[in-house]
């Protein structure tokens, strides 16, 4: 069974810089693609980034381009996101998630990631 674990949250200024980290256990980790995607209160999930199992690709919402990068270390088993010049639009949970299949391109469905992360919480005041 797959346990992924998020932390690094927390609450930042305008402007400031978070890392959030995602471990993971339960299955060979440089199988998988790994994403992060985001919930804020009264929306939808959403999208962040994804990375390829050997963090070869790497793929970007449109409103974080630039801003945010998806990054693995596979001899940790763990995900990082580093988020730069963050916006108080960026408020949200997030979560980490690993691909259903092994070396699998993430760019479909968030439903083609089957184990999820509990969240951690990024606030980012104005």
């Known amino acids: 069974q797959v346990q992924l674990g998020e932390s690094g949250g927390g609450l930042v200024q305008a402007g400031g810089s978070l890392r959030l980290s995602c471990v993971a256990s339960g299955r060979t980790f440089s199988r998988y693609s790994m994403g992060w995607f985001r919930q804020a209160p009264g929306k939808e999930r959403e999208f962040v980034a994804t990375?390829?199992?050997?963090?070869?690709?790497?793929y970007y919402a449109d409103s974080v381009k630039g801003r945010f990068t998806i990054s693995r270390d596979n001899a940790k088993n763990t995900v990082y996101l580093q988020m730069n010049s963050l916006k108080p639009e960026d408020t949200a949970l997030y979560t980490c998630?690993?691909?259903?299949?092994?070396?699998?391109?993430?760019?479909?469905?968030?439903?083609?990631?089957?184990?999820w992360g509990q969240g951690t919480q990024v606030t980012v005041s104005s």
């Open positions: 990375i390829t199992w050997g963090g070869g690709n790497t």
């Open positions: 998630a690993q691909h259903r299949n092994p070396f699998a391109i993430p760019q479909g469905p968030q439903a083609d990631f089957g184990s």
